[in-house]
């Protein structure tokens, strides 16, 4: 063998002199320190939510009762009671459920499976995307213009109609958004698989994408909705008013009168220097995460029903 073809090949084989340092010791450390970040920042929102709980929980469970619940509120803290606040929040929920939730996932749908890539699409994604960071205020000016005055006949001016859709149109965004990126989610396999078959896009969508992801769909709504019932500077624009002595009908013409809602009259009660009314307003804070967890409980159920019969 020449000499010179054997040096050139133990050149060649030998490995090439990098800056790469294992430093396996300071990747370790580097990873506890980060753990250990990681372990203090959810003690620390842990420990504060408990904070929060215990003295609220400390300041109206005394005042907390059957009365309360049922009784309209009143100048008198031991008077007053939740039973308007609490039926017009209801009320509320579930309008902005039956509006946001059937817009938002079929417009998220639309804009993931059938919309061209094209200009308009682009401008579409792109002020969804910013609409979902617009302060809730905002939204409330427009509810205001569009449904309490425009649409007046339909809704009847400043009534829990008017709530309801400004805050179906407040989230409205965030499920859109919540929507795509559980579409997103689901492999392109499946749709080919479907479309190979002969089933139309629509009928893969329908029967095959949609119920794959609606369990994320789900965790969107969920968000979107726990953000809607502690919103309150859209539903004073509306027209809320911090004192209703009356609960609205279980009828159509009580979707048209006056309301409040729970965080307004909340804050009604917060605001006054009598000691009792801050202990009825810690008791109205208990029957709202009640209803909170009430409605967090049914759409998680509702999700992990559709997860588990996927």
Known sequence: ????????GSKLQEPKATNFSPNLQGRYRTDQVFKSISWVATFTGIAVLVVLLIGILA?????LDFNFIVSSPSRRPEDAGIWPALVSTVYLLVITALVAFPVGVG??????????DNLFAKIVEINISNLAAVPSIIYGLLGL?????????????RSILSGGLTLALLILPVIIVATREALRAVPDSLRLAGMALGSTR???????????????IMTGTILALSRAIGETAPLIVVGAAAFVPFAPEFSLDGLRS???AMPIQIY??????????HAIAASAIIVLMIVLLVMNGTAIWLRNKFQSSR
């Open 1 to 8: 063998m020449n000499p010179a073809d054997s040096e050139q």
């Open 59 to 63: 300041g109206g469970l005394s005042t």
């Open 107 to 116: 417009s998220g749908v639309f804009l993931e499976e059938f919309a061209k």
């Open 145 to 157: 213009f569009v449904f309490a005055r425009i649409f007046e006949p339909l809704t009847g001016g």
């Open 202 to 216: 629509w009928q893969t969508v329908r029967s095959h994408v949609l119920p794959q992801a609606l369990p994320g």
């Open 258 to 260: 006056s309301f409040t």
């Open 268 to 277: 009604s009660w917060v605001g006054r220097p009598q000691d009792g009314f």
